[in-house]
């Protein structure tokens, strides 16, 4: 087997090797891992594989390790860029950071989002966007097929992307995300997972997480006619957040602040890491060290009372006062001082082309003493609720409130001119309905009129069961903002009976809408000791990104027929209806003239066969001879009493009958 | 008959019916009222077991997860609130202050909620609308403010759409060992909902600070809870209240990472909240008993599924005695003793006959489903929520307050483990159910009256008893109109009467509007009903006034205004002709009045089935029996003198003072009874927005008739009451 993998791996240099000497673009694979502890006792674990091939023009059609269901995706629907992500739980943006790469392009609202760029005709786009639809569900085993419907997705202008004319973006926030979509999303790894870096995924662990995040992004400039294109570029990412197990100690009935748990990989996924995937180019495991953490680490040293220079050291070390690795990194990466004046964020990296199956590798993170730092937030924090009660109408509101970093920035320059742009996207079900114009900014608790504060709004409004209602609003808030809500109005609409889900009574959820903030830019420079050494994750890292964060999904309960009683509404409405025409049919049917005619003519012959049976049948009854019944005309009144009488007697005894009836089909059941 | 007449068309069937039923109306009318109150006696026979509808809930379906060592941790920390109480002075912030550094460190998010208790005050203009909280804000006194303290955990895997809210009202200035006890059990339950993973919704923890009230505390949460909220605690610095709220104060002591956030947290909808609670006062029980308050504002109730989960773990799982409140005076009454007796033979002999007949129940179930119908009647006529949940209702959350009465309890005695233990695993099994839920409660029933804490009776059963009883208004009514219109013998006018048809075109149009008039008396009552309604506001406004000479007040004004009304716009007995004794006007009147009350009932019943009940007992007999006083006197005879007799009666019973006295000295003794109770009763009912009170004023309005020397009289009109369900949307 050993001898095997080998050969392989000799082949694959050797093909490595031929395709960098003849100078052309070869298919790449390379697959990372970037752990990082996060304050609240948690530690963040992303999953970055990269897969890249070149234009089909130079390359041709053949792959060997591009998933081809992805390209003929690419291919068939002329997507020039796509995003898909399921995620499970929220990102928590106070305490897991909202403010570098990671999180502003991994954290993502709960359920599926898609979003895709088509390089189609315009009008071609809605058509094209259905097709993927389908094309996803049945990849990936997800309802994605529901984004086709008009309905759900909308066409955003500015505020979800820079510059996008052919997007469309459809959220699904009630999708449930378990196995059974992670796996057609291994399948299109090289080595699946059986193999390299994605071998730790075991199920229960990381399903256990508090966020897990699935995602799927995919570039292409097969159809740019421009040069420097770079193929089709598949990134896919899992992000999750796992809390390491605590041995032995029960944290919980401790008082106080807890220490930081130490892990190790093999506490957190339950397995080793037995080496890398034989078809990747580069395979790394990194550890990073927030700001933050190692500016309280720099603090732990000097209250340690080592001379500057060892503390200064320290930073490169992997061994210091603050926390231990059990395995010395291949390499260190610092970032270059940022204008924060914060110290730099640390990466350290460990190369798995040391490691097999009979050298696993297992790193362990061994806290020393307790450490207590915060993330960098964005500057605001959003939040998004539900005002007012009732099943006729509400609002929603988002408010925005300063973070801590917000604060800190605010303090160092505060000046006059200075405005916070914020973007807000905001996608409402049509069944919401919005009224735009009653869009309130308050900011400091004084209501500001909107040209203050709003700079640009695109807004279109939702169609009844056709399409959403769609709001982006560019807002420049003043810098040392403390507190904003912006508020808007909506009724409740009523569904057709076939709209409602199958479990109506829960609600009906509103997306997470978007706030990013375009002046602020997550990126992070590493001091670059190599530059072919610049993987797929770092060159991520230091891509500049807006900073984004995502609100709540809210939950709007609707007024909601009681589906579980169809048998009381048809009965109370077939009654309702049969006594109404009843008696308006009798109404405007009756002819009293007529009526009275027939009446005398009644009185006038008597000699009905069905009366003068029954008239028998009651004589015999009663034991008397039958007499053929008196002229009508002296006793209209008795006569037509007794017949009534009779009448009334034979429909209660069929009612009586029928009640009897139905007693015995009772009892027999 | 005349040979000569043309055949007469015969009316149809159900005409007939009614015109029978309307000729015998009297008889009709005993009859429906007979069993009506009959049907009422027999609710608590009638009553169906209780049954979890919603599949989803699954309650005791795991098995408890609060370990013994939970409970220890809670224990300590119920002995470091205790403590905490005896030897420091400043108690309101201390407490909150602990409650948020143990939250902080089991990993939840803390926040204080400061709030203003709104005052309670009468407005009419604000009684159909909640009062605007902007317009509230103002003239607050440093002194009047609580501090809610509140713990979120949030769901690990949960999208963060619902919560479930733990409610745990404390005296932050003089806490008693049951509110401890309460807070002990709610942060056993929470710490170990920080552990869990099958947590779908998030939880929320809210210690309300109930010096102003437990209701106060939580409704102004709540109100926050859906409103834009502006700054935190560092309000409270600017409001000159240096002593008590400084904010570093507040925020110094948290020494976790977790730094405390200022603003308001919240989580999604609410989709059940649960108010905990431990009795203080030690009732002999032979168990451990808890009991379920469940009324809210106007006599709604939550959700029958989530007093069913309660009642199901409380009694199944941790072994509790479940009760729900009744009325105790009523458990001694012999009367109830032998109906219940007659009843239970009766079940007997039926069951005899047929062995699927098995209604009868025993006497002492009886007896307790009575005095346990009366109290929940009592208390949804009444409108004013039992507890803090009636907050969580005029938000259309399902809430019900779950007070623990540990048996012979005292704290040296060791049972606080236990009480902890049980309460704790009561709460996490609530929770857990309702956690499962995918859909908001709309299962089981919600309008229901309570036997037991396990019987039930729905709407469908107890509508027939209100229907028998107000049947016979309009019959009664529609008999009244016809004979006044038969006794004119110049009248006629499609009914069966051998007159022939003299009278000329003008006659009959001005006679067939005739009721006109009526209307514009009963109008003008009610005229004098809306003013009356109204006084109370201005007598609120008079400074220092005791509850005696508030009442006495409010009668005179009423008089007064009486008196105006009288003046404007002439006596509404003007018109009629004293000349003629016999005259038909007082029948067209009382036929009018009844018609507006069996309107005003049955809208009522639709609001609020309770109200309308109780109403109608005391309204219609006296709707039926009332006659001109003056005439009963005029005739002399002895039948006549005791239909006055009892018509005056009735009268004085069921006016609502002395209706109100009547009740309050039955139940507790004669002893204990000053008009000014009333005054405060009436007090707490515009307080809480209660329907019941514009109820309450309606019906004063119609004793105008009593005054007046005609005696007529009879009824109270409700169609306004149509409005009073919006006044808590």
Redesign the interface.
Known sequence: MAHLRSIIVFFLLLFASNSIGKEEQDEEFSEELLLRPL???KVLAHFHFDTRVPPTDTYGHHHHLFPKAIYQLVHKFRVREMELSFT???W?Y??WGGYDPISSSNAKP??VELWAVFDVPHHQIDASWKNLTHALSGLFCASINFLESSTTYSAPEWAFRPVSGNLRYGTL?REAVCTENLTPWLKLLPCRDKAGISALMDRPSIY???Y?SQRLHLTSSEFDSVSSNSGIVLEQTLTIVLQPSTMGTDV???????SQPSWSLSSLFGRKLGGRCVLAKSSNVYVQLEQRLVSALTELCYKNERSVDESLSFEVSWSNPGFELSVSPDLVFKEVCNLNKESPSILYQYSMENYSYSKPFDLGFWWKSTV???CPEAPLHA?R???????ERGAI?I?L?PT?RGNSVQSADINEGCRLRVDVFQVVPWYVKVYYHTLQV?V??HLQSGKDIIEKMHVSPSEDKVSPGLMEMTLRFPCGV??A?I?IEFDKGFLHIDEYPP?????F?IPSAVVSFPDNQASMHFVEDNSLNQTPLLSKLQERRTVLSYT??????LT?P?F?MPYNVITITCTVFALYFGSLLNVLRRR?GE??RL??SK?AKKTDRLRLMLSKLFAKLRGKPWEPPPSSQSQ??YS?SSL?SSK?IIKVLLVVALAVGWQYIL?DT | MAESEPPKPKPRPIVRIGLFLISHSLLVSVVCITAGLLALLLLPVLAKNTYISENALMPGSASPMLSTVDVSVANTFVNEITSLNLKSTSTDIEIPKLIAQRVADLGGEVSYNKFHPLLNKFHPLNFFSSPNPAAVQENYSCSSFGVNTVGIIRAPRGDGKEAIVLVTPYNTVNITLGEALSLGIAYSVFSLLTRVTWLAKDIVWLAADSQHGEYASVAAWLRDYHTPVFGGLGKLNTEMCHERNNPYEWKKTLTTATEMSDDFQRAGTIAAALVIKVADNSEEFEKDALSIYAEASNGQMPNLDLINVVNYLAVHRQGLQVKVEKLWSLLDSTWLKSLGDLFETLGKVARSLNRQWNFGIPVAEYVDGTATLASSLYNQALGVPTGPHGAFRDYQVDAVTIEMSPKAFSKYNGRQNEVLLRGGRLIEGVILSVNNLLEKFHQSFFLYLLTSPSRFVSVGVYMIAFALLVAPLPMVAASLYSDANKRNPSFEKGKLTSFPAAADEPAISFRSWKWLHAAKVVFVVHLWGVILTLLPYCIYQIPNLSPTTSLLTWVLLSMISLLILHLVLGSPFSLVDVSQPQGNEWALLKSVMITATFTGLCLMSVINFATAEIGALLVVPMCLMAAPLRLDLRVKNSRACARAASNLLLVFIGFPLVAFLVLIGALQGFDSISAGEFWNWMESLWKWNSATYIYLSWLASFYYFTSDDRDMRGCRCGAENLFICFCKP
């Open positions: 304050p609240d006792r499970q739980g929220r928590n106070e305490r709960p359920g926030p256990r997480g508090y897990h919980t009935y401790s008082s106080g602040p807890m207590v730092w915060s939040s609720f539900l005002m007012g009660s009732g099943n509101a408010s409130k801590v308050y400091e608790e403390r507190s809500v508020t479990d109506a009574n829960q609600g959820d709540e999904v809210l939950l709007v309960p909601t009681d579980s009293v009526e009275e009446l005398k009185a209209p009144l037509s009534i009334l009892n």
